[in-house]
């Protein structure tokens, strides 16, 4: 399917695991995003990419960590999950600086 | 990171015109302002964004003031699909978008 996507939509982890949140898009957009959105907020900026091989931190980096070896994919990975990084992540990409950022349907992520 | 302000909430009745504030007073030159809407358990939407000059689009219009430290989204003619958490970002260098708490319209019929 032509777009972003987002995988798993829900995830329910426990505290310490490990986890990866994928993110994919189709239109070959040089950038892509992390954001997550606790209950009620806004969102909050974790990592952004510029390109395949180049990913930048953004307001929230602590404990996640992104790769980003194809244009398509950006995972996210918690190392060492906990409770505070219960959230919605919301993955996004753009075809260039100063933009518009398409998102992804996100994805709910419960650290127990 | 560049701040706006924005009312908590506002009311709408259906088949108004909406006009949604937002304040920027620190505004550098090179900032764009955005505007993304998220309607409830989906991810944001992106409606407008401009530099300078005020912008039409076919969702919104967008005016910016002459000293660029406020702007104003315009909805025209607001539908209750319109019922939005509404947005309003500075997109700083290296595309940075920083979203605020947003205004949650309320669409009357």
């Known amino acids: 399917d032509a777009g972003i996507t987002q995988s798993p939509r829900y995830k329910i982890t426990e505290t310490g695991r490990q986890v990866t949140l994928m993110c994919h898009q189709t239109w070959s957009h040089s950038y892509m995003f992390w954001y997550r959105q606790d209950l009620g907020h806004g969102l909050r900026l974790i990592y952004y990419?510029?390109?395949?091989?180049?990913?930048d931190k953004g307001e929230v980096p602590d404990g996640y960590v992104v790769s980003r070896s194809k244009t398509e994919n950006f995972p996210l990975t918690l190392e060492s999950a906990t409770r505070s990084q219960t959230s919605v992540y919301f993955c996004?990409?753009?075809?260039?600086?100063?933009?518009?950022?398409?998102f992804g349907p996100g994805t709910r992520l419960t650290v127990l | 990171d560049a701040k706006t302000t924005q009312p908590n909430s506002m009311e709408s009745n259906e088949e108004e015109p909406v006009h949604l504030p937002c304040n920027h007073s620190?505004?550098?030159?090179?900032?764009?302002i955005h505007w993304y809407r998220q309607l409830p358990s989906q991810g944001p939407e992106y409606v407008i964004h401009g530099l300078t000059s005020n912008v039409n689009n076919r969702m919104a219009s967008l005016a910016i003031a002459e000293d660029r430290k406020s702007s104003t989204l315009i909805l025209h003619r607001a539908t209750l699909r319109d019922a939005a958490v509404y947005y309003c970002?500075?997109?700083?260098?290296?595309?940075?978008?920083?979203f605020g708490e947003g205004t949650q319209l309320t669409v009357n019929p």
């Open positions: 970002i500075l997109e700083t260098s290296g595309s940075r978008l920083t």
């Open positions: 620190t505004i550098s030159g090179t900032d764009y």
């Open positions: 996004a990409s753009s075809e260039s600086a100063y933009n518009e950022q398409f």
């Open positions: 990419s510029a390109a395949a091989d180049i990913t």
